[in-house]
């Protein structure tokens, strides 16, 4: 009998054919944390992740470092800070990388908008 460690249509690649497959973000009621999803190619070696939101201002307010990841669809929570009033434009980047950042082997880019507060 075989069971299969992964669904058949993700076959885990080498390192070099790693690459962000999806990436979402969703705004908790609270406005001040956003749950993040990240999916990447399934993979043999496991990839590092930076995960960074920045406002307009390109002022950093929230960061995730994930070091060798164990999963390739992966979900966090990222935690708005340093800041009052959290409504606005940010943009989320993610980097993929094995042994070095610079340059990362692949880098996505979303935007999301956490809404004023509801009266």
Do not use: C, W
């Not at 669904?7 to 956003?34: G, K, L």
């Not at 590092?48 to 999963?71: K, S």
């Not at 340093?82 to 990362?104: C, H, M, W």
């Amino acid at each position: 009998m075989d069971i299969p460690l992964f669904p058949t249509d993700q076959i885990p690649r080498p390192a070099t054919e790693i690459h962000i497959e999806q990436i979402d973000a969703t705004v908790y009621p609270d406005r001040f944390r956003v749950r993040v999803h990240v999916r990447v190619t399934a993979f043999l070696e496991r990839p590092n992740l930076l995960l960074v939101a920045r406002n307009t201002e390109d002022v950093i307010v929230a960061e995730l470092n994930i070091i060798e990841t164990m999963h390739h669809d992966m979900e966090f929570t990222l935690h708005i800070r340093n800041v009052k009033e959290p409504a606005g434009e940010y943009i989320l980047s993610v980097d993929l990388f094995y042994q070095t950042r610079n340059p990362p082997q692949d880098q996505k880019q979303i935007t999301f908008v956490i809404p004023e507060a509801s009266a």
